[in-house]
């Protein structure tokens, strides 16, 4: 492993100081008009800049796999911003969407970890970024033997809308009346629906170094809205981003230097979490977290943390008979949406849940409990599992109910014989 993009944490050593200057600005702020700042200009300000030329700020200590990096031009490498690598836990052949893909390092990684069975793509609404990662796909698709990645224009939190393809509409529709505007947001509508960016169900993994900090709060609920629609059902998303202990006051939110440098729209550690959870997703859990913080600004500490969180699947709750025992250490646990485990208690629910409680990330602390005989597709009934049903064990056991079998006739220890 090489440890790349080492650059000096934002970190004042003095929180008193810092803190004395945020109290003044926000008395000052009091008595007159909130600064209104434009996330959008500040953040594509900086970035066009840091693809022209590397800007240091912007990135934390990250460890790469250094036998991916070998076949990487110098350029992408030094213009790289992120404070993690979530492409480590991308598997061969899946399809990967990199959310604010930047100069494509991930892409590039990710590319080589699918292989030529899988499929990359980077979205990103930045043209410097964007030429910067494109300037390189012939030459890295030739070092790794074959062209997997492609790179398209668009905003994070609108995965529908084409903005190359929109600009060829607005090419040949300009905007000069109310009119034209109002008929400019019908065509975007109608190539939304009809021509997505990224599809429904298209994607295996999203993963993201960094960027969601960087969209505005007002647009952060449709953000996880949209990475959950373009998700497969039981597809996941691997996050690294910056993450604070506390809320960043006004003072911090105003400064375009720090909300572009990833501090002042860092999520606070648990809304983070629970952004996730809000956009229907489970299995959320933290992989990775900063053990120091990246910066310390007036007594807040920020640090870089990956996330994980699977797409869940929109369909009925039928009941086929099954059921899952929570293995423990907790006394019991609670899910998503509601379901309660109680340890060493066969917990009933419907195929759906099933599904996902015997598969990653629930597969090693659940014991699946398949009945003997399975339940016709015709036959499965309706069920509300949320209620934390205990399965008698007569329903699993079936025609099995009063069977007899006696010391040595059954299963003991597996195919090792009796123990």
């Known amino acids: 492993m090489s440890k790349l993009a080492v650059c000096p944490a934002i970190v004042l050593c003095n929180p008193r100081d810092r803190g004395n200057e945020m109290a003044s600005n926000s008395t000052r702020s009091s008595h007159e008009p909130s600064l209104l700042l434009d996330v ?17 700020a912007l990135c934390c200590p990250i460890d790469y796999d250094r036998q991916y990096l070998e076949v990487l031009p ?41 292989g030529p069975q899988g499929r990359v793509i980077g979205v990103d609404c930045n043209d410097e970024m964007l030429t910067l990662a494109r300037r390189f796909q012939d030459e890295v698709s030739a070092s790794i033997g074959h062209r ?26 300009p905007i000069q009346t109310s009119s034209d505007w109002l008929d400019a947001q019908a065509a975007a509508d109608a190539q939304r629906r009809q021509s997505p960016l990224i599809a429904d169900n298209s994607i295996d993994v999203i993963v993201s170094n960094c960027v969601l ?32 202990d506390e809320p960043p006051p ?4 105003s400064d375009p230097q720090l909300w572009s440098g990833c501090i002042s729209g860092a ?10 959870e809000r956009a229907g997703f489970y299995g959320i859990e933290i992989l990775v977290r900063q053990e120091k913080p990246w910066a310390v600004i007036g007594g807040i500490e920020f640090r870089s943390v990956t996330v994980q969180a699977f797409r869940a699947d929109d369909g009925p709750c039928l009941d086929y008979q099954q059921a899952v025992i929570y293995r423990g250490p907790w006394k019991s646990v609670t899910d998503e949406t509601g379901h309660v485990f109680q340890r060493g208690v066969r917990t009933a629910v419907c195929k759906q ?20 005989q399975p339940v ?16 008698s064990p007569s329903e699993t056991k079936g025609a099995a109910v009063g069977l007899t079998l006696m010391p040595g006739e059954g299963d003991c220890c597996g195919d090792s014989g009796c123990c």
Do not use: W
Request: charged letters at 30%; one cysteine or more; hydrophobic letters at 40%.
């Open 74 to 114: 110098a350029e992408l490498i030094e213009r790289d911003y992120g404070c993690g690598d979530p492409s480590r836990y991308v598997r061969p052949g899946e399809t990967v969407l990199d959310l604010g893909s930047g100069g494509g390092k991930i892409c590039y990684i990710a590319s080589q970890v699918v």
């Open 267 to 276: 999520f606070v550690e648990d809304e983070f979490l629970q952004a996730f």
């Open 213 to 244: 900090n960087l969209v505005s709060e007002r647009d952060r609920r449709q953000l996880f809205e949209e990475m959950a629609r373009v998700l497969k059902p039981g597809g996941r998303a691997v996050i690294s981003d910056i993450t604070c």
């Open 250 to 253: 006004e003072s911090l939110k």
């Open 148 to 173: 997997n990645v492609e790179f398209r224009k668009g905003r994070i939190q609108d995965l529908a809308l084409d903005l190359e393809a929109f600009e060829s509409y607005l090419a040949d529709h």
């Open 376 to 391: 016709a597709d015709e036959a499965a009934q309706p069920m509300d599992c949320r209620k934390a049903q205990v399965r």
């Open 353 to 372: 849940r099933f599904g996902i409680y015997t598969q990653a990330p629930y597969l090693a602390d659940m014991l699946p409990i398949e009945p003997n």
């Open 40 to 56: 959008d200009a500040a953040v594509k300000q900086r970035y066009a800049a840091a693809a022209r030329q590397a800007d240091p």
